[in-house]
Nanobody
Framework: QVQLIESGGGLVQAGGSLRISCAAS????????MAWFRQAPGNEREFVAA????????SYADSVKGRFTISRDNAEKTLYLQMNSLLPEDTAIYYC??????????????????WGRGTQVTVSS
């Protein structure tokens, strides 16, 4: 199983930008579709963005389209989420996840098998 570690979270003013990262262990990172999910206190974990294993296709939640960009660097074994025009509603713990059995884009957390421990993003108003 690939092991994932998120980093780059922090406190940002509304309208600001932040890039968070997810570093993967092992040599098989390029085999796995990846995704970002987020979870605020008291809420369910929700889909943010997904990317195919080669980075050729991406998918976004409607709430972040036009503001967030998911990307990956397979040589560096790292997944990224560039977040622009941040809103207080974006405040959450952000998790990266890997899908082991398909290259299809999915917004369902049940389709992902390996998870990081998350990084906190807080957007102040």
């Amino acid at each position: 199983q690939v092991q994932l570690i998120e980093s780059g979270g922090g406190l940002v003013q509304a309208g600001g930008s932040l890039r968070i990262s997810c570093a993967a262990s092992g040599s098989t990172f390029e085999w796995y579709p990846m995704a970002w999910f987020r979870q605020a206190p008291g809420n369910e974990r929700e889909f943010v963005a997904a990317i195919t294993r080669g980075g050729g296709a991406t998918s976004y939640a409607d709430s972040v389209k036009g503001r967030f960009t998911i990307s990956r660097d397979n040589a560096e074994k790292t997944l990224y989420l560039q977040m622009n025009s941040l809103l207080p509603e974006d405040t959450a713990i952000y998790y990266c996840a890997a899908r082991l059995n398909s290259n299809d884009l999915s917004s369902s957390k049940d389709d992902y098998h390996n998870w990081g421990r998350g990084t906190q993003v807080t957007v102040s108003s």
